[in-house]
């Protein structure tokens, strides 16, 4: 596959309406495949922002293609809390000040369980190794438990983003609609691709999800699934030129014929 090095030009279409028939397709077939993937196989966690603003109406146009992502039976399950400015000043000082203090910290409970509880190969291994790459990159030492601690705590400033995002879902939805939000995430992280933004998509904030819920206003019918850190990459900085791996296709698919 041929990735260009920059964002495809896609001046001249318009995403928010675009022609939605099955058998449509709005660019000539070899540079709309190019984009589509370039947008998928370039896009990384960004963690080190420019304070470059995002416009509004860019943060709207992102979040209207990704509302097209699928869901079952369409239940279309996204709740999202855009914040700028002074309310994610706000939020990230509350989250902060219980990060910082030890004993709030540990009384602190996950709405829902991302991670498994007991670790097993090869899940445990990747995630060392993106942890331990980070972490070198970084010039952190293991052990160094104040540094790593610093850096993790990053999370709750979105990284400098200009843009914080909160995704939220209604508490009567099941394991599904986590699922469809998956989608979502993918969706809006492709699509701020294509303009050029960077994005992380961070599920460090769901363990303060009690502070987010006062912080927003935030009904406690809903549950905090993630955070988003949105806008212009730092090509300056270190951590972001951390590449992960990925296996094979042949190493998670079976044929059958
Ligand atoms: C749902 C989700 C939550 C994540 N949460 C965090 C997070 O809290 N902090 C962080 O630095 N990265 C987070 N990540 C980024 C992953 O570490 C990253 O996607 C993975 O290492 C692959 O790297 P890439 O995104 O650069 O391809 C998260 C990713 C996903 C999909």
């Known amino acids: 596959m041929t990735c260009s090095p920059l964002p495809p030009d896609l001046s001249g279409t318009s995403p928010s309406h675009p022609d939605r028939s099955p058998g449509a397709v709005p660019l000539a077939a070899r540079p709309l495949r190019q984009a589509v993937d370039w947008a998928i196989v370039s896009r990384r966690s960004v963690r080190a922002f420019l304070p470059t603003?995002?416009?509004?109406?860019?943060?709207?146009?992102?979040?209207?293609?990704?509302?097209?992502?699928?869901?079952?039976?369409?239940t279309q399950p996204w709740r999202v809390h855009v914040l700028m400015g002074?309310?994610?000043?706000?939020?990230?000082?509350?989250?902060?000040?219980?990060?910082?203090?030890?004993?709030?910290?540990?009384?602190?409970?996950?709405?829902?369980?991302y991670y498994p509880l007991e670790w097993?190969?090869?899940?445990?291994?990747?995630?060392?190794?993106?942890?331990?790459?980070?972490?070198?990159?970084?010039?952190?030492?293991?052990?160094?438990?104040?540094?790593?601690h610093a850096q993790h705590g990053r999370n709750y400033h979105f990284f400098d983003a200009p843009v914080g995002l909160i995704f939220t879902v209604s508490r009567a939805l099941a394991a599904g609609s986590l699922l469809d939000y998956g989608m979502f995430l993918q969706s809006l992280m492709v699509a701020a691709r294509a303009r050029g933004l960077g994005t992380?998509?961070?599920?460090?904030?769901?363990?303060?999800?009690?502070?987010?819920?006062?912080?927003l206003c935030i009904p406690a019918t809903e549950m905090v699934v993630c955070g988003m850190g949105l806008g212009h990459a730092d090509p300056a900085r270190i951590e972001n030129t951390l590449v992960t791996e990925r296996e094979s296709v042949e190493s998670f698919t079976t044929y059958h014929a």
């Not at 910290?105 to 709405?111: G, R, T, V």
């Not at 190969?121 to 052990?143: C, E, F, N, Q, T």
């Not at 992380?200 to 912080?215: K, M, Y």
């Open 86 to 113: 002074s309310a994610k000043e706000r939020l990230s000082a509350a989250i902060a000040a219980v990060d910082n203090d030890a004993d709030a910290a540990a009384a602190l409970a996950e709405p829902y369980h």
């Open 53 to 74: 603003p995002v416009d509004l109406a860019e943060v709207h146009a992102i979040l209207d293609v990704a509302r097209h992502a699928a869901s079952g039976m369409n």
């Open 120 to 148: 097993v190969s090869p899940y445990v291994d990747r995630r060392r190794k993106v942890g331990w790459d980070l972490y070198g990159l970084l010039g952190i030492a293991r052990g160094d438990k104040a540094r790593m």
């Open 200 to 215: 992380c998509p961070q599920v460090a904030f769901t363990r303060f999800h009690a502070v987010i819920h006062a912080e």
